[in-house]
């Protein structure tokens, strides 16, 4: 553990700093951000009549629209003048929003980074391979200020280039790699390709975020690298990287509680749900400085897992993360997830993970293929394994969304690999009924 | 046991040319060449001079490409010869799951290639009734 003193503190203890951080954060943006005192006087609230944690939920919400309305600065609470690092979200969803940081911020974001690699197992020792994006993406940088406060030594070699990445990887001696999960698995694969074996190599661990991933990917990418893999969880809006973190019970994501206050909600009813529920996460930062959000919509679907983890941390854990209420494609009226059609792939030997879903209309009717590319080492001659294989995965991804599926076997390595986050849906619904 | 490589296509226009222009490039030559496919997609088998620098090349290139092992048989040219050595097959028990001919540029043989669930006991089935099966050393180049 990085900062034992937080992250294993009392949870009455932690409940109090909370409050007191809440109230101090409330106030703050009360005072110096016009659209949360607009939106505060409208509900009839004053940061004054939050009274304990309990309260919060009176409390309005704050979505990425606000954001966006207040292009690029309106929502700093913080003069511009305090502000030194400016990024903007990965516009995964649309129109980009900016995020401002003091000096303060980006000290703590160090803080809970260096947690965040601490508990992949990485200390000072370590030699961290950042290929997350640098730039205006979070990502990059926000992993950078952890490796470096952690005292690991930091190859700051950003995306791209696979080839350079493997190199670097072997000749640095890299131990810790820094990645998107699919991109994880791309620099696995290109190692194989160049004639070396990643599992050689003194790597020992990956964190790995950024975009949704299974358990069975978790399970691919530890036997093809070789490593212990976690999942870190953040997004610029709140911070970046360094919201959550899995430790090494791999069970979960602990959420920094200390500066961080997460709900679940029930996206229809926008009541919070107890513990264990499935919901939107909601977060309200407590500490930051240049753009505090409160009760910010994330359209992330998790739920909290009940009950301590082994390891010693008492902050809760959030499930990793399976979709997004954005992500979410809305087939024949049933709600279907990208990462569940992953979760079916990895299960099924002879496919590899890499997919792509492809929408179309047929008369009014929306219809879903899959694309799935064949393992590199089937035994191509079999036909009838071929078609057999086929049938499997259309059964099973039916069985486990609900919705029939048309499989199409593609060819190995012919479907586009992504350097950031992959691309995994074509919806061609509005291009015309075939 | 005669190597032959099977490879994956996509039934997609143009893609059984690129294969064949990723082989000539290298310089690799064909022997014979099969199709077999489905609505979905299609199974390319070929016997070609060099199969494991094939399979790289095909590999190398992009292909889903694998080796399997079939069996090679100079069939006589009279009526009934192909009839004899099936029915040799057949009495053992053997399944055969495709075959497919070509004729050697120098003989006059018909060459018929067999993929047979149990390949090392239908040679020797073959062998018994003085049918010739033709080893790889008269087809390619045993790399």
Redo the contacts between chains.
Sequence with gaps: MFQPDFEAMPRTDLEVLQLERLNKTLDRVYERVAPYRAKFDDAGLHPSMVRSLGDLANVPFTVKDDLRAAYPYGMFAAPMRDIVRVHSSSGTTGQVTVVGYTKGDIDRWGDLMARTLASAGATADDIVQISYGYGLFTGGLGVHYGSERLGSATIPISGGNTKRQIQVMKDFGVTVLAATPSYALMLAETALEMGIDPRKLPLKAGVFGAEPWSENMRTQLEEALGILAIDIYGLSEVLGPGVAAECECKNGLHVNEDHFIIEIIDPATLQPVPDGEMGEVVFTTITKEGIPVIRYRTRDISRIIPGPCSCGRTFRRMQRVGGRTDDMLIIRGVNVFPSQIEQVLTGIPGVAPHYQVVLKKRGSLDHVEVHVEVGPDFAFDEIKALEHLQRRVGAEIASALAISIEVKLVEPKSIQRSEGKAKRVLDLRNEGSE | MIE?I?????NKSGRLAELTRVLGDAGINMRALMV?D?A??G?V?LICDEPRRALRVL?DG?????I?EVIAVAVPDRPGGLADVLETLGTQGLNVEYAYCFVESTGDAAVDIF?VDDPTRAKSALATQGIVVVEPGALYVAD
């Design positions: 032959q099977s490879v994956f296509l996509e077999a489905t979905e997609f199974v088998r590999e992009g292909f889903g490409a694998s399997t993929r």
